[in-house]
């Protein structure tokens, strides 16, 4: 049996004699920085003075994809950026900066001497950074894990665990309950009801989906609500959706609706909902909102019609050629 198709306990099993993850943490940190929308090289090098490699994962950085490629993303400067949010047509696919450090991991390596860096503590970015790092193996089960939290919705053990912890931003904290399962073990109590949180969130979510809260238009599914859900768990729910849109209201009682948009699992290749000008939208190639331009007026039917009709145009342009 393959270490891929070992249960999570079986697989570290000959790990139990090792270092612990926060052990291997802290005698080589990884940095957190404060979140932020995006960075230049500069900014950053500026920010880590030296000659030394800054090993930036998942977190976007200006103007990086015109940088020189590699195997785990760009390089410009001093600065290697493993982060899947570039705006390139390399990065608009079902991937994850996770993906990249195990490329990256199984071919040319990372410098030894490195500072890694992050700013954010999800699913994606710790496992791309301990990668990166040397603290895990460049296993295809972390990036099952990574694109189940950020692309898919699946249940994914890792994933349910980490996706939650994120919100304590405590890197060792997550790291602790990371080595816990995947050595079998119990995890902390807080760490457990974070999990299990995320596990309601989900089956709510799937409760709503059972009961035929969405509505369709072409391969254009969508719902409103009163209150907010996370749209990240629909994708695996609604398999045969290309665009899935999930409304509430704006919180200024602006009478304006938040809506969430993001690529199904039966989007055609290439299709980017960043590239269609829909209004008020703002995001990246494979989901967004309308929050961040103060809501839309648009009702979600209308909506809803209207990517449909750019989803048909695609499909069609791409049928032609």
Sequence with gaps: MSSETMSLGES??????????????????????????GITVEELEARFPGEFPIIACDFGIYGIGDGEEFPGGYRSGRVLSVDHHASTSRMAHRISSTTLAIKQARTEGFPGTGRVVIHHTDCDSLLSSLIVSGFLPPEERFNAAAIAADHTGEPDEIADLLQPLQRRR?????????????????LEEDARELMLGRLAQRETVAKLVREGAFRSTGGVYFASFSERHDAAFFPALLPEAAVILVGSPMSDDSGKTVLKIRLGLAAPDGFRVNTLGLPDFGGRW????????????????????????????????????
């Design 286 to 321: 494979n989901a967004g909102n309308t929050k961040r331009h103060g809501g839309t007026a648009i009702p979600i039917e209308e909506y809803a019609e209207l990517v449909r009709e750019k989803l048909e145009a695609f499909v069609s342009q791409s049928d032609e050629e």
């Design 12 to 37: 570290m099993r000959e790990r139990n004699n090792e270092r612990s993850l926060v052990e291997r943490y802290r005698e080589r940190p990884i940095e957190l920085l404060e979140e932020f929308s």
């Design 170 to 186: 405590d890197i060792e904290f997550s790291l602790r309950n990371l080595d816990l399962l995947l050595r079998g073990e119990a």
